[in-house]
């Protein structure tokens, strides 16, 4: 089992930028793909990003692709989602989240196995 923590969110004008963390701890995160989600108020939880268990592969929202990039840092057992270009629609409850199936990235909430407790990210225009 793995426990996962974020931080980064916070308040950010139109256009900037806030990288968010996610700390894994319990078993180690090489061992799961990670990915990002959001969830904007009235809305369903939305894929935004993910990452192998190695780091090698990566995979985005196509509303996010360009803009953001998620990178993990194994001997911190940290996954990170650096968002530049900021936008108003961007603003949500930020997910970090575990998959135990490492065959391929997935962008089905539903799929992962562990998941944070959300961090907000405003982005004001």
């Known amino acids: 089992q793995v426990q996962l923590v974020e931080s980064g969110g916070g308040l950010v004008q139109a256009g900037g930028s806030l990288r968010l963390s996610c700390a894994a701890s319990?078993?180690?995160?090489?061992?799961?793909?990670m990915a990002w989600f959001r969830q904007a108020p009235g809305r369903e939880r939305e894929f935004v990003a993910a990452?192998?268990?190695?780091?090698?592969?990566?995979y985005y929202a196509n509303s996010v692709k360009g803009r953001f990039t998620i990178s993990s840092d194994s001997a911190k057992n940290t996954v990170y989602l650096e968002m530049n270009s900021l936008k108003s629609v961007d603003t949500a409850v930020y997910y970090c989240?575990?998959?135990?199936?490492?065959?391929?990235?997935?962008?089905?909430?539903?799929?992962?196995?562990?998941w944070g407790q959300g961090t907000q990210v405003t982005v004001s225009s």
């Open positions: 989240a575990a998959d135990r199936d490492t065959t391929w990235l997935r962008r089905e909430s539903f799929r992962y196995d562990y």
């Open positions: 990452i192998s268990w190695s780091g090698g592969t990566t």
């Open positions: 319990g078993r180690t995160f090489s061992s799961y793909n």
